[in-house]
């Protein structure tokens, strides 16, 4: 951190580890949320705990998550984030 000043963390430690959220639960989040209830009802009725910005972020993508739906992708499995590097190592 920089003397002085605020600064950025120097690691990750005082973050939350990150909750992948699978497709099938998206959309389940996607249908609570269209029934017509309130934010604090549709995370109470969630079986994942995330945050409000977290589910608002989902109810904003809807149309993309129900696009993959659509496609057949897994709904089970979260998605795999794949760096540069995985996929160079992949490659060689």
């Known amino acids: 951190m920089a003397r002085g000043g605020i600064g950025r ?4 430690e005082g973050r939350k580890p990150r909750t992948s959220i699978p497709l099938g639960d998206k959309i ?3 249908d609570i949320k269209d029934a017509g209830y309130t ?6 009725m969630f079986r ?18 129900r696009r993959r739906a659509a496609a057949a992708e897994d709904l089970s499995a979260p998605r795999l984030r794949r760096s540069y590097f995985d996929s160079i190592s992949q490659f060689l």
């Open 9 to 12: 963390p120097v690691s990750r």
């Open 28 to 30: 389940a989040l996607i």
């Open 39 to 44: 934010w604090a009802h549709t995370l109470d």
């Open 48 to 65: 994942l705990h995330i945050s409000t910005s977290t589910s608002r972020n989902v109810y904003r993508n809807k149309d993309e998550y």
